[in-house]
């Protein structure tokens, strides 16, 4: 990080910005509703209160981002927390005792603490990249911080949280003495929350670097476009997984399919892959990768494919084609609890396609990042994959997320990655 001192952020002046009360008022929980605040889980969706849940109870209209005492159908008092009328997501949680109010210092403090949790695993690399904050983990449900050397990308997932957005970003500039800040804010998030898109703000004194970042990880020279990437940037946490796999496959010929800018079969090239095909539907994933192959000297080892990943895995299965090692990572399939019969089909058809591609004694390194769908949903499928095409699928390896994407015991929805590296037989 810079040792320069601290320069004043850059954001524009808001209504949102001003300190709320200590609480706008109280709303309350339909009878039964109540269970998952005591076990403290932090999101309260709008059907689970009683009304609209969108005025106080002497009638006034809350505000996007006012503190609101969450009370069960007694009046008993269950929470503190954030509330957004116009998401379906009504309020998050913060606050589980009155004696903790949500007020700028409340914010500094999480900050503080979830920095030092980052702190238990080791030192930083200052030149490496890492997640310092990882939303409903770190009890900061609706913000992520990752840091990428001496920039961070910041993206806000939760509207409410942009009334202390300032007190956010110069705490963070102040603590980490970050080069700058860039905020992001999807469309999609923008959407369900009510506020406007941001595809990346710099909020201190210096323009952002327009070729992108550049950090080192797994012993690559690598670059982010935090402006124009995805979410805050490239995906961190799969990081040690990329490494984890690579030790399969030295000396294999590698497909690697949703590669996004060429994470797992970068490294695998790196340490001794033989060759690496890399798959993906996105143009500007795909240049990424090549320019990062070319940048770290792995060009003659790798090639990449635009295409989308069944079409893909059906055309060189019809060929014949056959690799002594898959890598499947494709992106979320599941967002809700609705949509998990449909991500399962879809992982089902995505391994037994791939399990085509392989012969006997290969390697599979098959991923999930979707939450709604559990450890045991996963290994399931791959068992029902395994029987199906009368393959044997011995499991070497059942990873998740590194310690900087720790998991919240009262939220498992934060515990989403599952990376499985198995010898197909």
């Known amino acids: 990080m810079s040792n320069e001192s601290p320069k004043p952020a850059k954001t524009a002046p808001s209504s949102d910005q001003s300190t709320p009360p200590v609480s706008a008022g109280q709303i309350r929980v339909k009878p039964g509703r109540h269970f998952p605040f005591h076990a403290r889980h932090p999101w309260v969706h709008a059907h689970a209160l009683i009304g609209t849940a969108d005025r106080t109870e002497d009638g006034k209209m809350f505000q996007r981002g006012d503190v609101v005492e969450l009370v069960d159908i007694d009046g008993n008092f269950l929470a503190l927390g954030l509330i957004n009328p116009h998401s379906r997501l009504r309020v998050r949680l913060y606050s589980f005792d009155r004696r903790h109010p949500i007020d700028d210092q409340f914010w500094c403090q999480r900050i503080d603490a979830a920095l030092a949790r980052r702190r238990l695993s080791g030192e930083a690399d200052p030149q490496g990249a890492e997640r310092l904050i990882f939303s409903e983990s770190d009890l900061l449900s609706g913000l992520i911080v990752d840091r990428y050397a001496d920039t961070l990308g910041v993206q806000f997932t939760a509207g409410s949280l942009l009334r202390y957005r300032d007190v956010i970003l110069n705490h963070l500039r102040e603590v980490t003495e970050c080069s700058q800040i860039v905020v992001r804010i999807d469309e999609k998030t923008a959407k369900h929350e009510g506020v406007e898109a941001e595809g990346g703000t710099c909020v201190i004194d210096q323009q952002p670097q327009p070729d992108g970042v550049a950090y080192r990880q797994n ?186 994407h720790p998991t919240a015991a009262a939220c498992p929805e934060s515990e989403y990655l599952k990376c499985v590296i198995a010898q197909v037989m």
Not at 274 to 294: L, P, R
Not at 336 to 353: F, G
């Open 219 to 404: 012993e690559l020279d690598l670059v982010v476009d935090l402006l124009g990437g995805q979410k805050t940037g490239g995906y961190l946490d799969q990081r040690k997984n990329h490494a984890a796999a690579a030790r399969y496959l030295s000396g294999k010929r590698v497909l690697d399919v949703c590669c996004y800018t060429g994470g797992f079969g970068l490294v695998a090239a790196k340490h001794g892959a033989a060759s690496v095909v890399g798959v993906d539907s996105s143009a500007q994933a795909i240049a990424s990768a090549e320019a990062a192959a070319q940048r770290n000297g792995l060009s003659e080892r790798m090639s990449f494919i635009r295409e989308d990943c069944f079409d893909a895995l059906k055309r060189l299965g019809d060929s014949g084609e056959t690799y002594d090692a898959v890598i499947l990572d494709p992106p979320r399939f599941a967002g809700s609890r609705k949509q998990v019969d449909q991500a399962l089909r879809a992982y089902r058809r995505l391994n037994a396609m791939a399990l085509d591609l392989i012969p006997p004694g290969g390697i599979l390194v098959t991923c999930s990042c979707s939450g709604r769908v559990s450890r045991s949903e996963f290994g399931a499928m791959l068992t029902e994959v395994g029987r199906k095409k009368r393959r044997d699928l011995i499991v070497l390896e059942n990873r998740g997320a590194p310690a900087d």
